[in-house]
């Protein structure tokens, strides 16, 4: 076995990134990161579009060099020793990487043998897989007429026909619909009960509180915030008032009014209405406040209420601005940023 | 849902492989890619139209319908001018496939997959490569197979036909790397198709496959006489109609290595760089 460093093969973190930076021409994508993932826990990268998250899972994967910095999995170096590294990682990435025109089972038992298992190994591989990811009915059916959630499934499968230690999965739940999301969860729930360890990426703060045991922020190329969810929930420092103003005609007139009651500038969406503010430990005595500044501006509101902050919140104290938005697999507006078109490409 | 169970004891190779195994693997894992590709072209019915009925298509309409009117002066008349022609056309055309495929499968991830894969790095390439030349030698023989039908005849006996559909496949597939370089450069797939028409179309058209290149305007013809196009079709038309060959042979196997040497390195890196 070879030694890469400091790291022996086999002990170590299961991926250790120091100071990857990786540039597409004036865009820096990713600008110094550094990770460490233990062995069998999940690591969440957390960022909008275009903060550099598939720009790092694509270098982790081999798919791309990095300018700058190294990457290890496994204790392998993902430039140097990139064959080794593609034996022990699965990709699943943003879009289901599947042959639409082949059946479940074809494109698996395929995978398989590109992973040098023979035909027989190749085949129970594929119909094991299929039972666990539940596309046994539809198996022999072309997976063009899958339904979306039943591709993304599928494209999960086909990144464990290796029975990678290492699983690397980009948005796993972008587009799918809440059921469908809600299935994903639990499938990935029962792959690290089962000793994997996996990097996730994803712009949807509840699915890294969900599935993470660490989190790391990502904006613009650089790790903005690390530690549990817990932990990033307490930087917010106490309790979020929030409440929906349904006449948008009267949203600055309910800040107005309650701009005294937080610690800092309430936050305003225009396109729902909902207006929050940390308010710190003075939790019910800020509720009261604000009742009163609200009742005295007139402002009708809904849903007045104080909660735990989200990670939503997090985000926003961390980077000034809200999480990715776009329209959230279950229907709902989190917060809204302006799309990054160049940054978004770049780090496609 | 069924729990998914915990990753066994790996049953895929986890060790690096010997050079024996990194042999065997290369050409398991190209006819591995090389099956697929044949599976969803078999799929595909647009696919079948457009490399059997389209040529077909053609055959018909020059025969029957421009056939008429072209003048030409070779023994047993315009079909038999036409049809080597139209083969030709067909080994180019079909690598219309090759792009389009590519640049899908790079589109929706499915090389992002395969280079994440401890398979063998050229059996992408080599796999689409081998499949695309079975199906342009299938659409050939059914090209051919029509040609008969309507009044086609080899009239320089049996091993030069064969070597006259070589020649269309080697042809074939050297235009394949170039449309496999395009494909996974530009890795659009509506770009590629519309990248294929504007440099295909006319280097197949401005040749000598449809017409004499003396029908055309001067301009024209110091174009289409010095084309490689015109030179694999006339090496082609002198193997099947018999007729002095050796000129045409060597500038269309002169032109056909410099297109490997040219693309096939840059298909290779387009692929190591893809997405």
Known sequence: MTQIGTTPVGTGPAILVEGLTKSFGDVHALRGIDLSVPRGTVLGVLGPNGAGKTTAVRILTTLLRPDGGHALVEGRDVVREAAAVRRSIGLSGQSAAIQEELTGRENLEIIGRLYHLSWP??????????????????????????????QRRLDLAASLVGRPQVLFLDEPTTGLDPRSRLGMWDIIRSLVAGGTTLLLTTQYLDEADELADEIVVID???????????????????????FTVPDRSRLSDAAMAIAMVGEGEPHVDKETGVINVGVGGRGSEALIEAVRGLDGASVETRGLALRRPSLDDVFLALTGHAAEEEDQPDGRRRGRRKAKKDDAKAAS | MTAVTAPAPADAPRDAPSLLDQGRWAVSDTLTITRRNLLVWMRVPAYIVFTVIQPVMFVLMFRYVFGGAIRVNVPGGYVNFLMPGIIGQTAAFATFGTAIALAQELKKGVIDRLRSMPMA????????????????????????????????????????????????TVFGLAICLIAAFTGLAIGDEESVQAFGLIWLFPITFLSSAFVPIQSMPGWLQAFANNQPVTYVINTMRALALGGPIEANLLKSAAWLLGIFIVFAPLAVRAYKRAG
């Open chain 1, 121 to 150: 190994q190749a085949r129970s591989r594929a119909a094991e897989l299929l039972e666990q990811f539940d596309v046994v009915d539809a198996a022999d059916r072309s997976a063009k007429n899958y339904s979306g959630g039943m």
């Open chain 1, 220 to 242: 613009h190329g650089l790790v903005i915030a690390a530690g549990t969810a817990e932990e990033l929930k307490g930087r917010v420092g106490g309790d979020v008032l929030e």
């Open chain 2, 121 to 168: 790095r050229s059996a992408v390439l080599a796999g689409r490569l081998v499949a695309d030349t079975a199906r342009m030698l299938v659409t050939i023989l059914i090209v051919v197979g029509v040609g008969y039908a309507v009044g086609f005849r080899f009239e320089n006996g049996a091993v030069p036909a064969v070597l006259m559909v070589v020649l269309a």
